[in-house]
């Protein structure tokens, strides 16, 4: 019964569906899979604590948080919203690309910026909307829903697909560290080096992106007149 | 030992300290909640990075389970933080105006930097990547502290609360690393890799790449997590069907979690990024975000799998 060995991969799948204790999760998934592959206990904790000494690298970024904490003190995010706010004239397309701009090359320096609660809520989302209703006047509620969506996802998309640039990103090490693990001589220079492209090109997508947005609320907006 | 090793040691302790530092800041913290658990998960991690390498492997495995009992009794919560106040931060940006950017800059550009030196000067090859990341770090904190001035002691503090802000999670990349470890010692790759075998046809890099790309996405849609996903399906899929079959470990490995992160944009699973904001952004439909990103998902798995299959 090969088939039992992917019992590890199931507990992953369940206990993360289920929101369980990640930690927990998948130090349970790691044991069950070696005492169903027959090793003794002794071999699983050698096996767990030897691969865990070896990858102590993936948890390099903690040497990072003192000065990005106190650069946060002296006000990193500030000077962000205050860049940001400086930005005038511009359309509800415009202030998300921008923001996705911003977003990547902060991702790709490792900045903090706070995403979600401490940029899109206050700053993005009233720009965006305030740049639309300039326009087109009181927003409907399916406009604001659409303006809302696409500035939180361009918070995720510059964190997602820049982080990684960042020799010292916790994605770039786990990718470095599970690479060494099986075998295969990688550091995190190269890994940093080739996850620019996809950083690059996440950019023009999105530029893209936020022309249709911008002709989608022109749309809703025009369809909303000719139907008064 | 080498020179190299000895400074990765070194910075072992540091990280160490920090750890130990953060367990300290909770048992100092009048009002804690969970303080004893709290406080002993951030000490057990801490002994592991300082003594673990000198100790048999079996003693670090065990800490590895005693701290995921503790999490997994949700016994490691945050404890309180000097949390700088808005007036002091907003004075302060007036002050030092965008100059506060540099220090974070001299990380990554110092590390970059530093490792470059390291693999074309043979006598600083003790700069490995790994060991210019931390010397980048200890810059960037050396230039704040100069040129704000602040007391020495903001670095302990802001330190330990963005570790606790982190929490217990700033160890998964590592644990997933040991739990790959873990899967290749128990054969769990080999299982996956005859069962993709079937769809596989032999020789075929472009149908690998599809296979591999959509697996990270769709592992990653169904745990919420690009991590594990990739823990799982690198050593599944990626390394016997494209790594071991002379593609570019580098390219393989830097696409295959962002092709990852596409499935992270689809999912409800990943309710920090999707669910949650939704909810504080006050929209109709909790799936908006969702809904949103899905194409540009789309779009950008695709890319993934052309770059890799031209590149890898």
Known sequence: MEIIKLIGVVIVIIGFALKFDTIATVVLAGLVTGLVAGMSPMEILNTLGDSFIKQRTATLFVLTLPCIGICERYGLKEKAIDFIRSIKNATTGRVIFLYQAIRTASAAFSLRLGGHPQFVRPIIVPMAEGAASAKYGELTEEETDVIRGASAAAENYGNFYAQNCFMGASGTLLIVSTLVEQGFEVTAAQIAGWSIPIAVISVVVGFIRSIMIDSKINKMAGERSEAE | ?312
């Open chain 2, 1 to 312: 030992m080498n020179f190299a090793t000895i400074l990765q040691e070194f910075f072992s302790v540091l990280i160490g300290i920090i750890f130990a530092l953060t367990g300290i800041k909770a048992l100092k913290d009048e009002g804690a909640q969970k303080k004893v658990t709290t406080v002993a998960f951030w000490f057990i991690l801490a002994f592991t990075f300082i003594c673990g390498y000198w100790l048999p492997r079996w003693i670090t495995g065990l800490a590895i389970v005693l701290m995921a009992v503790l999490t997994g009794i949700k016994g490691v919560v945050q404890s309180a933080s000097d949390v700088p106040d808005h007036a002091e931060v907003r004075a302060n940006a007036d002050k030092f105006g965008y100059k506060i950017f540099i220090p974070a800059f001299i990380i990554a550009l110092g590390s970059v930097v530093l490792t470059t030196l390291g693999a074309s000067v043979p006598a600083l090859s003790w700069l490995t990547s790994n060991n210019s990341i931390c010397i980048g770090g200890l810059l960037g904190l050396l230039v704040v502290l100069l040129m704000t001035k602040a007391p020495v002691k903001y670095s302990v503090i802001d330190g330990t609360r963005l570790m606790d802000n982190v929490g217990v999670t700033g160890i998964l990349p590592q644990l997933l690393s040991a739990l790959g470890a873990l899967f290749t010692a128990a054969g769990v790759g080999d299982v996956i890799a005859k069962g993709v075998s079937a769809i596989i046809p032999e020789g075929s890099k472009l149908i690998a790449c599809i296979v591999y790309c959509v697996a990270m996405a769709l592992f990653t849609i169904i745990m919420g997590n690009g991590f594990a996903a990739f823990s799982v399906i690198t050593v599944g899929i990626g390394i016997p069907f494209l790594i071991s079959q002379g593609c570019n470990p580098i390219v393989v490995g830097a696409l295959g979690l962002t092709a990852g992160y596409c499935g992270t944009l689809c999912t409800p699973m990943a309710a920090n990024f999707n669910i949650m904001p939704a909810a504080l952004l006050e929209v109709k439909n909790k799936y908006t975000i969702i809904k949103s990103q899905v194409p540009v998902a789309i779009v950008m798995l695709i890319i993934h799998i052309i770059l890799m299959y031209i590149f890898a």
